[in-house]
C-alpha cells in the first residue's frame, strides 16, 4: 500500500500518517519526492483500512502496490534513487548522472598489494576501491581472506589514498565488523537469499551493494533487496555479476539485459561486475564497455598488480595499463549517452 501526499503537504502532516500508520501495527517508510512525498506501507497481509488514512490532513490518495516487491518498485518511487557515498575525494553517486566505478583486488592480501592496486586505481581516476577481507570460497582449503587485519588495510588505503571503500560481509559478525570498517557493505552472490544477513544490512548506517545470486530471477533479486530495504536501509545498489549457463566460455553469462529489466521496474540504480561476470580477464573490457552502452549505473572490476601470483581470482583480473584503457573507453562511451564517469 502507497499514501500519496499532496504536492503541498506539510512535514507535519507526513509525521501524522507515518505515526497513525504505526498506531495501526504497520510500518511506515516516508519516500520524499521533487514534486510530492509518498509513505509505503509494509507489515500488512490484507488491505490497510484506507478509510482513517485517505481522510487525514495532506493525504491525497492511497493506492495498492500489486508487485510482491514494493519499496523497490516504481510504483512507489517513480525517480531513480541517487546513492551517495561519501569519500575523503568527496561524494561518489550511484543512479545519477554520472557512471560510478569501483576497483581493486577480489581479496585483500597484504598492505604491499593493496597500496600498490590502490594507487594504480586512484591514478586512472577511481574513488572507490574494493577488495574483499572476507572471502565466500568454493573450497574450504582456499584463501578465505584475512580478516579483521583485511579491513584494518582497507582503512590504511582510505586514509593513505583518500578511496571510499567497498568490502564484502559474509555472515551476521562480519557484517558488524565491515559496518564499522567500510563505507559500502557488500553482500555476494552466494549469500543474496541469505536473509538473515539481508535483515542485519537492513539495519545497517552504510550503503549494501548487494549481487545477484548465480540463478536468481529478476523477481527473486528485487524480493532481496525488499529484505534489505524493509528493515529500512534505502541505500541499496544491484549488482548484475553473471549467472550460471551452459556456455563453457565464460565462468558466467553475463545477464546484460538485466539492466533495462530492473530499470523498468525499480528506482534503485545497478552496476555491472564484468570480471565476475566473465572469469576472462580478455573478456572484461569489451563487457565494461557494453555495460556502460546499456545503461549501467556503475562498474566493479578486479584489478591485481600481479594476477599470476592473486590469491583469488587472477584470471578474471585486469592489471593496472588495462584498467587505465578501460577508463578511457567507458569514458568515451558515458559521454555519448551524456554521463561522466565518478
Ligand atoms: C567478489 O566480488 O569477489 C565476489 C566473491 O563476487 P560474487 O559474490 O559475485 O561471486
Ligand atoms: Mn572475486
Redesign the pocket.
Known amino acids: 500500500m502507497l499514501v500519496v501526499m499532496q504536492s503541498h503537504a506539510t512535514d507535519e502532516q507526513v509525521r501524522a500518517v507515518c505515526e497513525r500508520i504505526e498506531e495501526l501495527g504497520y510500518k511506515a517508510h516516508p519516500i520524499p519526492g521533487s514534486v510530492r512525498s509518498a509513505i509505503g506501507i509494509t507489515g500488512n497481509t490484507g488491505i490497510v483500512d484506507l478509510g482513517t488514512l485517505e481522510s487525514m490532513a495532506g493525504v491525497a490518495e492511497c493506492i495498492p502496490v500489486s508487485k510482491p516487491y514494493k519499496l523497490v518498485s516504481r510504483e512507489i518511487k517513480p525517480e531513480n534513487s541517487v546513492i551517495h557515498v561519501p569519500t575523503p575525494l568527496g561524494d561518489v553517486t550511484f543512479g545519477g548522472q554520472a557512471v560510478a566505478i569501483v576497483a581493486g583486488p ?2 585483500v592480501e597484504s598492505e604491499k598489494q593493496a597500496f600498490a592496486v590502490a594507487e594504480a586505481v586512484k591514478t586512472s581516476g577511481a574513488r572507490l576501491f ?1 577488495g ?1 577481507a572476507y ?3 568454493t573450497s574450504p582449503y582456499s584463501f578465505q581472506g584475512l580478516g579483521e587485519p583485511g579491513l584494518k588495510i582497507l582503512a590504511a588505503v582510505r586514509d593513505r589514498f583518500g578511496l571510499g571503500i567497498v568490502t ?1 560481509a559474509i555472515d551476521n559478525e562480519s557484517l558488524d565488523l565491515v559496518e564499522r570498517y567500510a563505507d559500502v557493505i ?7 537469499q541469505n536473509f538473515s544477513l539481508l535483515k542485519r544490512a537492513g539495519r545497517a548506517k552504510k550503503p549494501v551493494l548487494l ?2 545470486g ?1 540463478s536468481a530471477t529478476l523477481d527473486e533479486f528485487l524480493m532481496a533487496a525488499e529484505y534489505i530495504m524493509a528493515e529500512g536501509n534505502y541505500h541499496v545498489i544491484l ?1 548484475e ?2 549467472v550460471r549457463t551452459f556456455s563453457d566460455h565464460t565462468r ?1 553469462t553475463l545477464d546484460l539485459s538485466m539492466i533495462p529489466a530492473v530499470q523498468r521496474r525499480s528506482h534503485l540504480p545497478i552496476v555491472v ?1 564484468p ?3 566473465t572469469g576472462r580477464r580478455n573478456k572484461v573490457l569489451p563487457l565494461s564497455r557494453a555495460a556502460v552502452a546499456v545503461g549501467a549505473d556503475g562498474i ?1 572490476v ?1 584489478v591485481h598488480n600481479d594476477p599470476e601470483r592473486a590469491l ?2 587472477g584470471m578474471q583480473s585486469i592489471v593496472p595499463e588495462e584498467f587505465a584503457q578501460l577508463m578511457a573507453e567507458v569514458r568515451q562511451i558515458a559521454g555519448v549517452l551524456n554521463r561522466s564517469l565518478n
Open positions: 577480489c581479496a574494493r574483499g572471502k565466500p570460497r564484502e557488500q553482500i555476494g552472490a552466494r549469500n543474496m549481487k545477484r548465480m549488482c555479476r553473471g558466467n561486475d570480471s565476475h561476470g566493479l578486479e583469488s581470482d
